[in-house]
């Protein structure tokens, strides 16, 4: 079973429904805990940014920033790997204070200060993209395990790149989270953006032998205006890009709603009634094959 958020009155994040028939994190009061590692500095926001908006004060998030330092930022100029790096947190942070005038809930990032793939491998480019991750990186997702260990306690949720566009980065991250938690009933996975909005092919294949477990509703003004804290990483095409993605994962189960639109979520510009939805999946557990004339 699946529920879509915006179904209940109280809060969006009754989302996602368990194997058990259970919500993987509860409303009763209780502090629900989500951590949500992001291999860079915008992953969390470009692929979480509109469920995190909608979240209720019963709910605190500790976004895992994993490989924080930096050279790369979209037309730099400047090669300073402490300039790039203190750009790209400062973003994070701001993100962080933008989220917190949308949303209910306590949010915090927390930066690991590894380098990223081109500082760490000296990849640049195509090379950076791949079908598996390197056995070589072993040893930097124990790292990141040993540090999620310490923050995902008390059955706090865990939430993963899937590793959609195959960036190594975001397959170590995945590697780390899956090492830390052991237990795949405390994992979700959240489709990795841009490159979902770029190859939507990608993402069916990704998600073969999982089961779609969350479909949150949010604005897509709201993502929009949440996506423009990270000028050195994204210009306003690509934001139209991921946003316009969030919206048709919603018309796809609404098809008699609207399906053109023209940047109804350009800055300083009235949107009309359309929403938008970001998804979260859950691995199925491997089937169990009878063999004949066993018990």
Avoid: N
Avoid at 69 to 74: L, N, V
Avoid at 156 to 184: K, W
Wanted: net charge positive.
């Amino acid at each position: 079973m699946i529920v879509d958020a915006a179904d209940f009155g109280r809060s969006p994040v009754i989302s996602a429904i368990g194997d058990s028939g259970r919500p993987p994190w509860s409303i009763g009061g209780a502090s629900v805990r989500l951590v949500i590692v992001s291999p860079h500095c915008d992953d969390a926001a470009f692929a979480l940014g509109g469920m995190l908006s909608t979240l209720g004060p019963e709910a605190c998030g500790t976004v895992v920033t994993c490989f924080s330092r930096s050279d790369y930022a979209w037309e730099s100029h400047s090669p300073s790997v402490e300039t790039v790096t203190a750009t790209r947190m400062a973003e994070d942070h701001a993100w962080v204070r933008r989220l917190a005038l949308v949303s209910r809930a306590r949010v915090t990032v927390a930066h690991l200060g590894l380098d990223d793939a081109p500082l760490r491998l000296g990849l640049r480019g195509a090379g950076l993209y791949m079908s598996a991750m390197p056995l070589s990186q072993v040893p930097v997702a124990r790292t990141i395990a040993a540090a999620l260990a310490t923050l995902a306690t008390d059955g706090a949720m865990l939430i993963a790149p899937l590793g959609i566009g195959g960036h190594v980065d975001h397959l170590v991250a995945r590697r780390a989270v899956e090492m830390c938690a052991g237990d795949t009933a405390r994992t979700l996975y959240y489709e990795d953006q841009p490159y979902a909005a770029r190859a939507p092919r990608q993402v069916r294949r990704a998600t073969r032998g999982y089961r779609l477990a969350s479909r949150t509703r949010f604005s897509p003004a709201a993502k929009a205006d949440l996506l423009r804290c990270y000028p050195s990483q994204i210009d306003a095409r690509e934001i139209d890009a991921i946003v316009r993605y969030a919206v048709h994962v919603f018309l796809r189960r609404h098809p008699g709603r609207v399906r053109t639109f023209d940047h109804p979520w350009a800055q300083d510009t009235a949107a009309p009634a359309l929403t938008a939805v970001e998804r979260l999946w859950r691995q199925q557990p491997p089937r169990r094959h009878r063999i004949s004339g066993c018990r």
